[in-house]
């Protein structure tokens, strides 16, 4: 009897806990997309079907060190180049890790245009919706100028403390950065918000770069996003894993070869005077 006494008592203590956890949690969010699942997410699965094409090729690695802060520190070395290529595999093992302030510059078969709506997305391999790292997203249509997509940290708490290398992130304080979501499910970009900048023709993207976050709120390594303000992200992750984690990246836009445009007239030719005939 006092048993069971105990055990509901422990029971409510739970789920009020729970419930005050998640009521924190609501009021405390930030103003960006939250995790995958919830009303409002933009994440994208990687099966999803508005998913056309992935990276092919490499054009380059650049490491970043395991902690940019030790002079002595060795790069991440983590996975290869190739483990960003071809369909997202959604696991932890499936990816090359860039190092504080590394990059990796991926190449397609056809150039990504601007459509409707989200044109890309970035699969990062976070294993929970809040252990998360975050990169920058440049993009560019001529292979050697990248124009960045600009990218806003809006905490919450407005002196935020240094997320550690195994802390908790709160993605609805992150945006346009890719990184946002778990593994399995990229963060979109759309190419619309690049249009007039400089050279760059949002309609012929040919390479892209992702570029770690030095999540350091250090001012003599951290990053910081368009406002000026360090970006919180885990910081120090001083392993061979280092740094942001990519999987792959999945293009929803496409620019079709100039053999479908012309499969695709000679179809409508067909049609029309097919109709013709009737
Ligand atoms: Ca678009
Ligand atoms: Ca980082
Ligand atoms: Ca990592
Ligand atoms: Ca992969």
């Not at 055990?7 to 956890?21: E, G």
């Not at 490491?63 to 802060?69: A, C, F, L, V, W």
């Not at 600009?150 to 195994?166: H, K, L, M, R, W």
Request: hydrophobic share 40%; proline share 4%.
């Amino acid at each position: 009897m006092m048993k069971t006494k105990n055990r509901s008592r422990l029971c409510s203590t739970v789920l009020l806990v729970l419930a005050q956890a998640s009521l924190t949690h609501s009021l405390a969010a930030g103003d960006y997309a939250p995790a995958a699942g919830q009303p409002g997410s933009e994440a994208i699965a990687m099966n999803d079907s508005s998913i056309v094409a992935w990276a092919t090729s490499v054009e380059s690695l650049v490491r970043g060190p395991q902690d940019i802060s030790n002079a002595e520190s060795a790069l991440a070395s983590y996975g290869s180049g190739d483990n960003a290529l071809g369909a997202a595999q959604g696991t932890s093992g499936g990816v090359v890790s860039l190092g504080d302030g590394g990059s990796i510059t991926l190449g397609f078969d056809n150039p990504i245009y601007d459509g409707e709506g989200f044109d890309f997305a970035v699969f990062e391999n976070g294993f929970s919706d809040t252990f998360l790292e975050f990169a920058f997203v440049e993009v560019s249509s001529n292979g050697s100028d990248f124009f960045r997509f600009e990218a806003d940290y809006a905490p919450v708490n407005e002196t935020p403390s240094q997320i550690g290398g195994f802390g908790s992130v709160d993605t609805t304080e992150y945006d346009n950065l890719a990184g946002k979501y778990k593994q399995g499910y990229g963060t979109p970009f759309d190419l619309a918000e690049l249009e007039g900048i400089g050279d760059l023709d949002i309609n012929n993207i040919v390479a892209i770069r992702i570029v770690d976050v030095v999540g350091s709120l250090d001012v003599s390594y951290g990053s910081t996003d368009k406002d000026g303000d360090l970006i919180n992200d885990p910081y120090a992750t001083p392993f061979s894993s280092s740094g942001f984690d990519l999987d792959a990246i999945g293009v929803m836009h496409a620019v079709p070869e100039p053999q479908t445009y012309a499969a695709l007239l000679g179809l409508v030719a067909l049609a029309i005077s097919l109709m013709r005939r009737r």
